[in-house]
């Protein structure tokens, strides 16, 4: 089976434009925090950057700004239902109501 069968079985979508419009709203999410990561992170100063601090200011600001651009690129490309369940699933998985017995 070629990956991209995998992943729209494993995403459930329909078709292959539909999966590749997916792969456009990852990469611009991602190339977006990545523009946006050193202004935001240039308000702590330069020495922090190069500290472990960084990487946890960077993990604590950018992961909330992450989902968020991620619904927006979403929405602007008619792929919001998808990234909506996308990051309930990923909040299920993260934050677990309780333990599983």
């Known amino acids: 089976m070629h990956w991209t069968e995998r992943l729209k079985k494993r995403w459930d979508l329909n078709s292959t434009f539909q999966l590749i419009i997916v792969l456009v709203v990852f990469a611009c999410t991602g190339f977006t925090v990545l523009f946006l990561k050193g202004p935001l992170l240039s ?16 993990f604590i600001f950018i992961l909330p700004i992450y ?17 909506l369940d996308f990051e309930k699933k990923m909040f299920r998985r993260i934050f677990p109501k309780g333990s599983k017995k």
Do not use: A, D, H, P
């Open 43 to 58: 308000i702590f100063g330069e020495e922090v950057r190069q500290s472990w601090v960084f990487t946890v200011m960077y």
């Open 67 to 83: 989902n968020v651009i991620l619904l927006f690129y979403g929405f602007v490309f008619g792929q919001f239902k998808f990234f």
